[in-house]
């Protein structure tokens, strides 16, 4: 199977949920995939509270008590682009040393799933943005959207921008994350409007998980027609 790119329509969509159910998704059907975050914001380290790595780590039965440091390559202190955490720090994100990184992590495990920062126009370095990145792995992107107000725009925006670039075509699901759950109306005509107006069909929605630890069965179909499309 071919590498994943998990990017988001904005941040706090919901990217490191999805990279979770497609990291147990995948384990459960014989993958051996490996989880990347090749640039962490927000942390000192990559086992802080709050490092998107340390949640995947907790919550995959084959990652639990192993270092995940393992899976960034780049943590900044600050919740900024990552090119100004960076600065804050007198420090920059080397691009090259990212992508050839990227690809030595893991050895030949495959398929990698490599969670973005935000949306695709994030600064990541110096005349390099999170689309750069998802163009030099040659990984095809999946993109978590918001599944209420807001996602249509958000959505087909990310969608041509990839399409500008020649990228791979993605795959598209809708996260359910909030307190209360959207109304069903709403994300059925973002659903429409999304495929309309794109083409592309959206895989499905995740709604908000109370308990991450309990069995995620129930996306099975939602997953299986994002990471093998028909």
């Keep these: 199977m071919e590498d994943l790119f998990v990017l988001g ?23 051996d995939p490996v989880y990347l975050k090749p640039v962490q914001t927000g942390c000192a380290a990559p086992d802080d509270e709050g490092s998107d790595a340390r949640f995947i780590y907790a919550h995959v039965d084959s990652l639990k008590g192993k270092e995940c440091g393992a899976s960034v ?32 992590r893991g050895g030949n495990r495959r398929p990698r799933v490599i969670e973005g920062a935000g949306g695709v126009f994030v600064p990541l370095a110096e005349k390099r943005m999170m689309i750069d990145l998802v163009e030099k792995t040659r990984a095809r992107p999946l993109i978590a959207a918001r599944a209420g107000l807001g996602t249509i725009n958000h959505t ?44 592309v069909r959206v895989s499905g929605v995740i709604p908000r998980i109370a308990d991450f630890d309990q069995p995620l069965g129930f996306l099975d179909p939602v997953l299986k027609d994002l990471v093998e499309p028909d």
């Design 9 to 31: 329509t904005d941040t706090g969509v919901g990217k490191t949920v999805l990279s979770l159910c497609l990291m147990r998704y995948l384990t459960a059907r014989g993958y």
């Design 73 to 104: 390559i780049y943590c900044f202190r600050e919740p900024k682009a990552p090119l100004f955490a960076a600065r804050s720090e007198g420090r920059q994100v080397d691009f090259p040393f990212l992508v050839e990184e990227i690809g030595r």
């Design 156 to 199: 087909l925006l990310t969608i041509e921008a990839l399409r500008s670039r020649q990228i791979a075509a993605p795959g598209v699901v809708l996260i359910d994350s909030g307190e209360s759950s959207t109304p069903s109306r709403m994300i059925e005509e973002n659903i429409e409007a999304i495929e309309q107006a794109s083409g």
